[in-house]
C-alpha cells in the first residue's frame, strides 16, 4: 500500500524491493532471490512460529498493562516481519542496538519474555545482559542507541584490524552491527551524524528503519519528502527500501546487506515498510489522530496472513501446523502471566547498587541517607491508611 504522501514529494528513484505479494505468492527478484534460495517448508514454518509467538506475547503483555501490572507496553504488532526476518539473518556474534518495541529481535537472541517483562513492570533498569546475548539494552531516548552502534561497530574494524597488524589470525566471520530505528526518529541529528561517521570510516553497520508511518501522532508524510532509504546515496552507501511486511524480502535484504558488511564494503541502510498496527503504547489512542480505513487498508496487509497463505497454498502445510503454534503461544502466554504475577518488586535502595559497576563514596553515602530517612517510617503494618492523610503513596 502507497504511504500517504506530501504534496511536494519526489518521486523515488529506489525501488520498493518485494518477494512474496499480498496474495501469499512468491516473484523472483534478481536482488533478493538468491539470499532465500535455502529457505525451505521447515525454514518458513519457524518464520511463521517466531512472528506467531512475538504476537502472542504481545497480546498477553497488553492484556497485562491494562489490568495494572505492567507501567506500560509498546505494542509491536504489524512489524512482526520486520522485526523477525531482519534478525533471522544476523548472525549470533552480530551485535543489535534496539530501541523500544524490537520484542521479536530480542525473543530470538534468547531474550525471555519474562526477563523484558520486568523491565515494563518497573523491576529492573535493563533486564538482560548484552553480553550474553550480542543485544544491547532498550533505550527509549530516541535515536541515542545508533551512535552508540556506529561506534561499536568502528571500535570492532580497528580491533580487526590491529589484529591483522599485529599478524593474528583473523576471527572467522567479521562481526557486524545492526542498528534498529524508526521512522521520527531518523530525522534526529543523532542518525545524519551516525550515518556520516560511518561512512567515513567504513563501520561494518547496518542501520535498519522500520518505517512503520508514524511516530506517534506524526505521519510519515511530515518525518520526510522522500522514502528513507534514499537518504543513504547522499551519505555515500547503499539504501534498500523493501516490503516490511514481506518477511522474505526482509530476510533477503537483511542477508544481502550483512554480507556486503562482513565484505568491508561500508555500511548499508534498509527501510522496511510495515505498518504500526496498534498504538504506539498502552498510554496512546491512535483514534485520536489516524482515519480507521487507513487501518483497514493495511490490516489487509498482516504479515502473519500473508505467510499463512503461502504456507497453505504453496507447502501444503495444514491446520494442524498452525493449530500446534497457537497452543504453544496459549501455554507460552500462561506462563509468562504467571511469572509476571509472581515478581518480587526489587526494594529502591537495590537500584543504588546498579548507578556503579565498583562501590562508590558518594553513591554509598546517598544509599545511606535514603535508608535513614526510610527508617523515620512506621513499619508497613502500623500504618493507619483507613483516612485520607497518610493514604497517598
Ligand atoms: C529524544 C526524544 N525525543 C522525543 C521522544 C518522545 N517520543 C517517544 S517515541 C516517539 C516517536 C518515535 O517514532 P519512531 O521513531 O517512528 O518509532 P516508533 O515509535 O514508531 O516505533 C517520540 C517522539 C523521545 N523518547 N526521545
Ligand atoms: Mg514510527
Keep these: 500500500m502507497a504511504a500517504k504522501t506530501h504534496p511536494g514529494t519526489v518521486e523515488s528513484t529506489v525501488p520498493r524491493l518485494q518477494l512474496l505479494d499480498e496474495q501469499g505468492a512468491v516473484h523472483e527478484d534478481p536482488k533478493l532471490s538468491p539470499y532465500v534460495q535455502d529457505i525451505d517448508t521447515v525454514e518458513l514454518k519457524g518464520l511463521y512460529r517466531s512472528m506467531a509467538l512475538a504476537r502472542r506475547v504481545d497480546e498477553e503483555a497488553t492484556s497485562l498493562q491494562r489490568q495494572g501490572q505492567l507501567v506500560l507496553w509498546v505494542p509491536l504488532r504489524g512489524q512482526e516481519a520486520a522485526q523477525v526476518g531482519s534478525a533471522w539473518a544476523t548472525e549470533p556474534t552480530d551485535r543489535l542496538f534496539p530501541s523500544y518495541r524490537e520484542h521479536a529481535v530480542v525473543f530470538h537472541r534468547g531474550v525471555k519474555p519474562g526477563q523484558l517483562l520486568q523491565l515494563f513492570r518497573g523491576h529492573t533498569a535493563g533486564g538482560w545482559d548484552p553480553n550474553e546475548c550480542n543485544v544491547n539494552l532498550y533505550t527509549m531516548v530516541l535515536a541515542s542507541q545508533v551512535p552508540h552502534a556506529v561506534g561499536y561497530a568502528m571500535g570492532t574494524a580497528l580491533d580487526r584490524k590491529a589484529a591483522e597488524d599485529a599478524g593474528e589470525p583473523a576471527g572467522e566471520q567479521t562481526q557486524a552491527v545492526v542498528a534498529y530505528y524508526g521512522d521520527g526518529a531518523s530525522t534526529e541529528g543523532e542518525i545524519h551524524e551516525s550515518m556520516v561517521f560511518a561512512a567515513s570510516y567504513d563501520a561494518p553497520i547496518l542501520f535498519f528503519v522500520q518505517n512503520n508511518q508514524w511516530a506517534i501522532s506524526v505521519p510519515f508524510s511530515t518525518q520526510s519528502r522522500v522514502p528513507l532509504a534514499t537518504r543513504a546515496a547522499g551519505y555515500g552507501f547503499e539504501g534498500l527500501r523493501v516490503d516490511g511486511n514481506d518477511i522474505l524480502a526482509v530476510l533477503a535484504a537483511t542477508r544481502y546487506a550483512l554480507d556486503k558488511i562482513r565484505r ?130
Design 264 to 393: 568491508g564494503e561500508g555500511p548499508v541502510m534498509i527501510e522496511a515498510e510495515t505498518y504500526r498496527m496498534g498504538a504506539h503504547t498502552t498510554a496512546d489512542d491512535p483514534t485520536k489522530y489516524r482515519q480507521r480505513d487507513e487501518e483497514e487498508q493495511w490490516g489487509t496487509l498482516d504479515p502473519l496472513e500473508r505467510l499463512e497463505m503461502f504456507l497453505r497454498e504453496t507447502h501444503h502445510v495444514g491446520d494442524e501446523y498452525f493449530e500446534s503454534v497457537a497452543n504453544e503461544g496459549r501455554e507460552m502466554a500462561d506462563e509468562l502471566r504467571t511469572d509476571v504475577l509472581g515478581m518480587t518488586p526489587p526494594t529502591f535502595d537495590e537500584f543504588f547498587d546498579k548507578a556503579y559497576a565498583d562501590p562508590h563514596s558518594l553513591v554509598t553515602a546517598e544509599r545511606a541517607e535514603y535508608l535513614d530517612y526510610q527508617s523515620g517510617f512506621a513499619p508497613q503494618g502500623d500504618q493507619d491508611v483507613s483516612g485520607s492523610e497518610g493514604a497517598h503513596a
